[in-house]
């Protein structure tokens, strides 16, 4: 290619796989341009060929899609990088991608606003270029968003409900597209690995009954879409159906505390025993006492006159309480007693 700038000639000569457009008779009549022209001031010859990128390919994560590459070998720090993209449905031209016109090496190309219809067939080229030269085109292959996505993995959680498991699932966004539609469950016995699956439509919260009670099972979640197989499991949460049973050591604990309690009831029951008979001493002390006034109660009814038994009073008798007391009652009975006596001896 010949072209004249500021008054000079300029040839370039594309080098991409060793071979120039017109075939070996072109190079020859350049080489011997270039013998005859090279001392003249006014011609310059610029070579095109820097090493074309390599790896061009395109990932996709729950219809997020972004282009990686990697520069092409003995690539020039200085080069930059640039993306355009090819619809299959469309007049299949190729169009720059916003934002991707000059990238370094190491950066990646969104191209989720770049891939707006599911459903179409896409396709990406990378070039590397600096101010005076460019490289040939690195293209990927088709790409399609509904069925080349990659379903991440749904957030769960697990509880117990006595012989069931309670999930509640979410999953991840996808730019407003219902691609979930059926959940994959794989059940665990923590026990003896006994395991099994369940295929159930999408619900944010599911039940797993006719479980084992108070027994641990891990449950691992996959999405399952109708034009999509590409999903990734979630991580396995384990929980037990109900509380699980106390462990040997859980039982240790539970019979020191009650060897405890029946240590402090002994120590009860000894308190009360010896109140007791703390309180029937006293009672022993006081019984000759109490005795005494019923047998003098007993004596006064029986023998002494209402008049004179009326004297003295049960009210006397507890207010002054003691021995002395009834010893001095005793001996003011016995004179009414010896006065009744002489009055029926007067009287025969």
Not at 40 to 49: D, F, G, K, R
Not at 67 to 73: E, I, R, Y
Not at 109 to 124: I, M, R, S, V
Not at 254 to 259: A, D, R
Request: net charge positive; hydrophobic share 35%; charged share 15%.
């Amino acid at each position: 290619m010949l072209r004249l700038k500021n008054k000079r000639l300029i040839i370039k000569i594309s080098a991409s796989h060793n071979t120039v457009h017109g075939g070996k008779m072109g190079l020859w009549m350049l080489l011997l341009l270039h013998l005859h022209l090279g001392n003249a001031p006014w011609i310059e010859v610029v070579c095109v060929s820097l090493p074309a990128p390599s790896n061009v390919s395109i990932s996709s994560f729950n219809m997020e899609h972004t282009l990686s590459f990697l520069p092409g070998p003995e690539t020039p720090t200085s080069t930059n990088f640039t993306v355009e993209i090819l619809r299959l449905r469309r007049n299949r031209s190729w169009k720059p991608v916003a934002g991707c016109s000059e990238l370094t090496a190491g950066q990646t190309c969104n191209l989720t606003q770049a891939f707006k219809d599911p459903f179409d067939h896409y396709q990406a080229r990378v070039q590397a270029f600096t101010p005076n030269r460019t490289s040939n085109w690195t293209m990927s292959g088709w790409f399609q968003p509904l069925t080349d996505t990659m379903l991440g993995p749904p957030d769960v959680s697990v509880s117990g409900c006595g012989n069931c498991l309670i999930l509640k699932v979410r999953v991840p966004p996808t730019r407003g597209l219902q691609l979930h539609e059926e959940l994959v469950f794989h059940v665990q016995r923590t026990r003896d690995g006994a395991q099994f699956k369940l295929n159930l439509h999408y619900q944010e919260e599911i039940t797993i009954s006719y479980l084992q009670p108070g027994v641990e099972y891990c449950v691992t979640v996959t999405v399952k879409a109708r034009l999509n197989s590409n999903a990734v499991p979630s991580k396995s949460h384990c929980a037990f159906t109900s509380p699980p049973q106390p462990s040997s050591s859980s039982l240790h604990v539970v019979f020191g505390l009650l060897g405890a309690f029946c240590a402090l009831g002994f120590l009860l029951i000894g308190l009360v025993v010896y109140g007791s008979q703390l309180s029937f001493k006293l009672r022993r002390r006081l019984f000759p006492r109490t005795l005494s006034y019923f047998l003098l109660q007993s004596h006064n009814h029986g023998n002494a006159s209402p008049e004179r038994s009326g004297h003295i009073s049960a009210m006397q008798l507890h207010k002054e309480g003691s021995a002395d007391s009834l010893l001095t009652v005793h001996r003011h009975v016995e004179p009414l007693r010896s006065s009744s006596e002489e009055g029926e001896e007067n009287f025969l």
